[in-house]
């Protein structure tokens, strides 16, 4: 706890990092904190899971107080992450209580009307946030700490200009603090128009190589998602994270892995926000162990535990590669990435091959399993051989 105590941080807090038994400060939360703290402004390069919440975290909850109004403001991307984020704060600031509100899209906007009304704090996605923002329903007036979390995969969602309608609603007296995994020329142009002389402190990603097995088997179509039921009955894994490029194939997969005994569940951005909740909360708790999931929902999620992360489908290009496999090889335990590659995958897997070494592996004796074909896509088969 010393070492925590050394970067600058107040009792407060140290307590509650102290109940949620936090030994020494992460790489990144060493580098940024004392100057975060000192009130500059910061650019933080860092990837999900390295501590950057507590990061941020420390300068909010030591420069906010209770009853002034919004004093600090955080943009994120999606909604788990909105609520993981709030749901830290709240846990970092027990000792020294904030209203902390959370504001995304998918529920109704009257819950976050009446947050918003006591709030000091507010976890935001961009665009419920402007929403509010065009009803008067929140006051940013008194902003005075902004952060820009995952700021890249805003950028990569298309937020980039309510990024900015956002920031100009805020005062230009503020210290402003940008995290991201990659910063692009997007990124590079926010932090010179909206910011002033920033710091900046990256920290290695999280994954430990040493404990990182990343392999791949090439696949025909026809028995890719066979391949993938095969390994999960008969490897060895604590928490599984299986990687699909769309919506209707994250649903493909789950639905499927269910039909075959395999307690799955789905994440993407066409579920309900209930539903998310639920998938996430029975992941967390292990009553199912895989999810099923898009780059976008699963982004900035904070998940412990996870032995294995499969890629159904190869990535778009190796920054999104490096994100999925980051969730494995933690904190000196192992981990393995497994790539099923068929023909549709081969364009985007060359792109990975080309800065990551991955490991063939040779394809197993497999039996077909039973997949149930979406109603959709039997439709379309069907139109198809009539056609013919």
């Not at 509650?16 to 400060?25: A, N």
């Not at 008067?136 to 995952?150: A, G």
């Not at 269910?258 to 292990?286: T, Y």
């Amino acid at each position: 706890m010393e070492k925590f105590r050394k970067l600058g941080i107040i009792e407060p807090i140290l307590k509650s990092i102290q109940e949620q038994r936090f030994e020494k400060p992460s790489e990144i939360q060493e580098k940024s904190i004392p100057l975060i703290l000192t009130g500059r402004d910061v650019i933080a390069g860092s990837a999900t899971g390295s501590g950057k919440t507590l990061a941020f975290a420390a300068a909010i909850i030591q420069g906010c107080q209770r009853g002034k109004g919004v004093q600090a403001l955080i943009l994120t991307p999606t909604r788990e992450l909105a609520e993981q984020i709030s749901d830290h704060l709240k846990r970092f600031s027990r000792y020294k209580f904030l209203e902390i509100a959370a504001v995304y899209g998918g529920v109704s906007m009257n819950p976050q009307l009446h947050k918003l009304r006591t709030a000091d704090v507010v976890v935001a996605t961009p665009g419920r946030l402007l929403d509010h923002i065009g009803r008067q329903t929140i006051n940013l007036s008194r902003v005075k700490i902004l952060v820009l979390d995952e700021a890249d995969r805003m950028v990569d969602m298309g937020f980039i200009r309510d990024v900015e309608k956002i920031i100009r609603a805020c005062p230009t007296e503020r210290q402003t603090m940008l995290f991201s995994a990659t910063i692009t020329k997007e990124l590079s142009y926010i932090s010179s128009r909206y910011m002033k002389n920033p710091a900046r402190v990256s920290a290695e990603i999280y994954v430990d190589p040493s404990k990182l097995a990343q392999v791949y088997y090439d696949i025909p179509d026809n028995m890719k998602f066979s391949l993938l039921v095969h390994l999960l009955k008969n490897e060895k894994s604590n928490l599984v994270m299986v990687f699909c490029n769309t919506q209707r194939n994250t649903d493909f997969v789950a639905d499927n892995l269910r039909l075959n005994g395999i307690n799955a569940m789905a994440i993407h951005g066409g579920l309900s926000q209930e539903k998310r909740n639920q998938a996430i909360e029975s992941f967390h708790s292990h009553r199912n162990n895989v999810l099923v999931c898009t780059d976008v929902a699963a982004r900035g999620l904070d998940i412990q535990g996870v032995s294995n992360v499969y890629n159904y489908d190869s990535p778009r290009e190796s920054k999104q590669y490096i994100h999925r496999i980051g969730r494995t090889a933690r904190a000196g335990k192992e981990g393995i990435a497994v790539n099923l590659v068929s023909s549709r995958d081969y364009e985007n897997f060359d792109r990975v091959m080309r800065e990551n070494s991955i490991k063939k592996e040779p394809t197993p004796m497999i039996e077909r399993v039973r997949i149930k074909v979406p109603e959709i896509r039997r439709r379309f088969n069907n139109f198809r051989r009539f056609r013919r």
